[in-house]
Structures are given as C-alpha cells and as structure tokens.
C-alpha cells in the first residue's frame, strides 16, 4: 500500500510543481520540491534483483576491521552485496535499526541481544506523513478567488493536433492548448488543482472500461 500510495503522490507533485513554475504560482513550491527530492532519493536506496551486478565495492577485509569492537561481516554491506566492518553494541547500548532499505547498519546488537523493532509504527508514521503531506499539497491546489491575481500567463499556441481552449488553464486564469482524443483512445484521469491537457474529442466523455480510461461515445 505504502508503494503505490508513495508512486500516485510522487506523480502528483511533479504536475503541481510543474504547473507552480509554469504559471509562476509558488505556493509550496519549495515544500514540494523537498518532499519530491526526498521520496526520490528513498527510491534510489531500494535493493532490487540484480543490483549487485552493477554495484562496485570497496575491498574489505578482516584486517581492515581494525576499530575497537568492529568485526567482519561478510556481504553485510550495500544490499548484500559488499563486505563491511560493524561495531558490536553491547546490551543496554542505543543501536541503528535496520532498514529495508539499501543503506547497511554500521552497527549490530552484541550476540544473545536484539533490537526493539518499531518498524511497524514507522510504517504507519511515514504513511501518516504523507496523508498530511498531501492534504496540504492538495490544499496549496485549490484554487481562490484572488488565485488570478498572483498568475502571470504564458501566451498559448497551439500545434495542429490541440484546439484553444479560453480560459481552459490553471483555475481558468490563463488560456490553453489541449490534444483531442478520439473515441477509443485512452484518457488521463484529471486531478484535483491541475489543469487538464487533453480532452475527449466532441460527442465522447472519458470513462473507465475494463480498468481502463478510454473516451467513448455519449450514445453508448
């Protein structure tokens, strides 16, 4: 759950930021683009089949576990990948949890001792982070009375496959451009605070068919 929801709200904060440059609204801009770099460098940091093929490690040996209360480990390093030096913690002592991710713990639990797992409440702290996350995302895209007064417009021209659209931009303060879709077609769905691009040619309305949003005919 926590995969798809991150997916849909990554997604989503890039056509936001993209459309708060564009239109040179920065309302959250920069709270999106910490929250974007953040999810983006999570990503980067998932063990995946086959990652060791790419990854380069560093040559670690036992003599190079040389630090008071270090041993070796043998593929305890990146994703299981690499070799690495940890510092055994005694019973009592504060200790690193270990992720899921592809980051390896400097440090583990003295043999015979464990850590307290919490990862189900991080589980749910991070999903709760981005309800809230989102909520405000989803507030900063609403749009206001005075929305127009902050916008500066961009001049739409349009190519030969798009048709102008009067007022069809950001909470209808600017004019737009948008790609007709014909009947079949598949359709994007529209979100909250976000402009549309395309829109189903006349006499079709975008729907949903077979878990599929495609344009079909009013008549159907």
Known sequence: MLKYLRSFFLYYCIRVLWFSVHFKTYTMHKVLLLVIV?????????????ICDIVRCRQVTKRDCKKKGEVFIRNGGFCGCCN??????????S??????????????CEKGTTY?????????????????VSIAVADAAVCRKDTCSTVRCK????KKDEIFVEKGGYCG?????????????????ELRGVPPT???????????????RICVSDCD
């Open 198 to 212: 395309s829109q189903c040619e006349e006499g079709t309305t975008c729907m949903e068919v077979d878990n599929k």
């Open 84 to 93: 690495a030096c940890r510092a055994i913690i005694k019973e009592g002592g």
């Open 95 to 108: 200790c690193l949890l270990e992720e899921e991710k592809g980051a390896p713990p400097p440090v583990q």
């Open 38 to 50: 953040g999810i983006a460098v999570s990503e980067a940091l998932e063990c995946y089949k086959g």
């Open 173 to 189: 303060c600017c004019d737009a451009c948008r790609k007709i879709i014909k009947e079949g077609e598949s359709c994007p769905l």
């Open 155 to 158: 001049a739409a021209e349009c």
């Open 116 to 132: 307290f797992d919490t990862r189900f409440y991080r589980k749910m702290y991070k999903i709760l982070l981005l309800v809230l």
